[in-house]
C-alpha cells in the first residue's frame, strides 16, 4: 500500500523530471531479461523531458549502442560506457581504448567490476571466479592503469560493486592521477555498503555518491527512505547523485521510479531543490556536461 501511494503521488510531478539525467539505466538488448529496450526507454524518457540517459550493461560496451539509440531517438542525449566484468576482459584496457574509438564517442563511462567483482562474489558466497582490483591493501597495476585511461580520456570512472575500502583506494588513486569525475556505484547498497563516515570522505575526496531506486522499494528493498534523507543531509546534496538503477522486469520503468522516488525523499523533507541538483545538477557534472 506505501508503495502505491508514492507511485500515485509520483504520478502528479512528471514535470519534476523536465532535465533530468539517469546515470544509471539497464535495457534490453542484454543477456539477461530486461523490462524495456533502450530506444523504447529513450522515447519514454523524452516524452518525461528527460535529458539523458547512462545505458549499463554488466557483460559489454554499450557505447555502439548509445550510437544506436541517439540516432533513432534525437532530442536526448544518451550515453554508454563499459562494466569491466569477466565478459569484457576484466581490467582490460585494451577494451577501454576500443570503447573509447566507437563512432560517436558516446561511451563515456568506465564502471569497476560488478557482477564479477571480488567483492560482489564474496559477499554472494560463491565459488567461481572473479575479477581482482586490489591484493594486500593495494590496487593492482591493472587497476592503476584503467584510472590512467580514465583520466587520458576524460572519463567518468564508478566504483562499481567493490568493497568500501577499495573504492576509496580507487578515489585516492583517480584523484592522484587526475581524473576530473569519479561516482561511487549505489554506495549504500549490498555488496557496496559504505558507512556514512565513508561516504563522507569519499565526497571529500571529490567523488560523487549515488542512491538508487531500488534500495527503496521492490525485491532488492534495504532502506527506507529516511535512511537516504539523513545519508544525504550528512555528505550533503551537492556531493549526490540519484539514479534508477532500473530495467529489472518486476520494476517500475525508470521514469515512473524516479518520480517515486523523488516523492519519496520530498516526504523525508529532502527540499526539491536538492532533488533538482542531485538528479539534474550533478549527473551532468558527473558525465563532463555543462
Known sequence: MKILIVLLTASAAWGQLAGVIDIHVHSAPDSVARSIDAIDLARLAKSRGMRGLVLKNHWESTASLAYIVRK???GIEIFGG???NRAVGGLNAD??????L???GWGRVIWMPTFDAENQVRFSKENRPFVAVSRNGELVPE???VIALA???RLTLETGHSSPSEGLMII???????VEHIVVTHAMLAPVRMSIAQMREAAGLGAWIEFVYNGLFGPEKQYEPRDYANAI???GAKSCILASDMGQVKNPLHPGALAAFYASLRSEGVAQADIDLMSKTNPARALGLK
Not at 577494451?95 to 573509447?100: D, F, G, L, T, W
Not at 585516492?172 to 587526475?178: L, N, S, T
Open 72 to 74: 533513432e531517438v534525437p
Open 82 to 84: 563499459i562494466d569491466l
Open 95 to 100: 577494451a577501454i581504448e576500443r570503447m573509447v
Open 102 to 104: 566507437i563512432t560517436g
Open 143 to 145: 587497476a592503476k592503469q
Open 151 to 153: 583520466a587520458k580520456y
Open 172 to 178: 585516492r588513486e583517480a584523484r592522484r592521477q587526475g
Open 233 to 235: 543531509r550528512e555528505i
